[in-house]
């Protein structure tokens, strides 16, 4: 029987080795992290790793020893222990104080991204729907304002610019999905018939080219996989505000382009039936 308690003990061993081995792969951890509050986020996630990992460890290697030690064998006979309440007193404070730190010290870092108080004081940039299986961006147009006539509208495509606070609201068309920015560590839950307020910012500039991702982080049905959306964060207002302009222009134009299709189509079908 000790058998298992090795398997048990090698794959222990294992874990470890992985655990400590996955900060050194690129591929195994989270992006670089390009926003304020993600040195916070990510601290607080170091330290819960930290934390988890030597009670890993610590617990691994009782169990193990015990494992081995107490491993049946013939003629052993089991013994009743009614065990130690001071021993179960230990272990229950320690782990509470433990998540009640924990909860205090991470206060001040989830104040800053989820309170609505602490939320920039600035316009929205846009307004971002989910839907199976989509990202469905709304962006003011010249008037600054959301849902005028002169709003752009673009799919999986998200703007903003270097340096500044971006304010956006999140929505949901169908159900619940997660708004996900991998490199900016902001996660927020889309529920529908809410409009909730997400902020976030980046030091670093991207291109389309090589833009940043926003994903889905929910389960949201079998096309899950397709909600992908490239972040475009640039450089300077004027550039952003070009390219508002710009899509302003093409979106117009195919719009344009698609009224002039529909009409002679009518006009044709008319000329046909008399």
Known sequence: MRNWSL????????????CIYAPFDPNWR????????????????ELIMGITGLTFVGVSIAFGIAAWKFADAPGRKAKYMHGSQRL???????????LVFIALYQMGT????????????VQPIAEVSAR??????????????????????TVNDLHFVKGKPALIYLKSQDVIHS???PQMRIKQDALPGMTIPVWFDSDTASTSEHPFELVCAELCGWGHYKMRSKVV????????????????????RDRLKSAKTTTAAVENKGGQSL
């Open 30 to 45: 989270l992006p670089p992290n390009v926003s304020t509050t993600g040195r916070e986020v990510d601290h607080l996630f």
């Open 88 to 98: 179960e007193i230990v272990w229950t404070v320690i782990p509470a104080g433990i």
């Open 110 to 121: 989830w104040t800053k991204i989820k309170f609505r108080s602490e939320a920039p004081r």
């Open 233 to 252: 964060v640039h450089e300077t207002q004027a550039e952003f505000d070009e390219w508002v302009t710009t899509s302003l222009k093409e979106q117009n």
């Open 7 to 18: 398997l048990y003990i090698v794959t222990a061993v294992l874990s470890v080795v992985v």
């Open 132 to 153: 199976q299986f989509q990202w469905l961006m709304v962006y003011p147009g010249p008037d600054g304002r959301l849902h005028t006539p002169d709003d752009l509208h």
């Open 179 to 181: 708004f996900f920015l």
